[in-house]
């Protein structure tokens, strides 16, 4: 794998990334000792996607604001 100093990565930051793209990663070090690897990026196969996931399968009540009411009330007291 190609090693490069840092000086010498930011005068061809262009030219290695293109490298790195079509797969030749690199190592950037300084004073000679390896500090990071840069390689393609690679995204995942099957980005996790969170939002609405649930949509459709959860129902939430009318009441909902007023559920357990009475219950609470005789625990806690009215809040009224």
């Given at each position: 794998?190609l090693?490069v100093?840092?000086?010498?990565?930011k005068?061809?930051?262009s030219?290695l990334?293109?490298q790195?793209?079509?797969?030749?990663?690199?190592i950037?070090?300084?004073?000679g000792?390896p500090?990071?690897?840069?390689?393609?990026?690679?995204?995942p196969?099957?980005p996790?996607?969170?939002?609405?996931?649930?949509?459709?399968t959860?129902?939430?009540?009318?009441d909902?604001?007023?559920m357990?009411?009475?219950?609470i009330s005789?625990?806690f007291?009215?809040?009224?």
């Amino acid at each position: 794998m190609l090693q490069v100093n840092i000086h010498e990565a930011k005068t061809n930051l262009s030219r290695l990334i293109k490298q790195a793209i079509n797969g030749e990663p690199f190592i950037i070090a300084k004073s000679g000792k390896p500090m990071v690897t840069v390689r393609a990026y690679e995204p995942p196969l099957n980005p996790a996607v969170r939002i609405g996931f649930l949509k459709g399968t959860i129902k939430v009540p009318d009441d909902f604001d007023s559920m357990g009411q009475k219950e609470i009330s005789s625990l806690f007291g009215s809040y009224e």
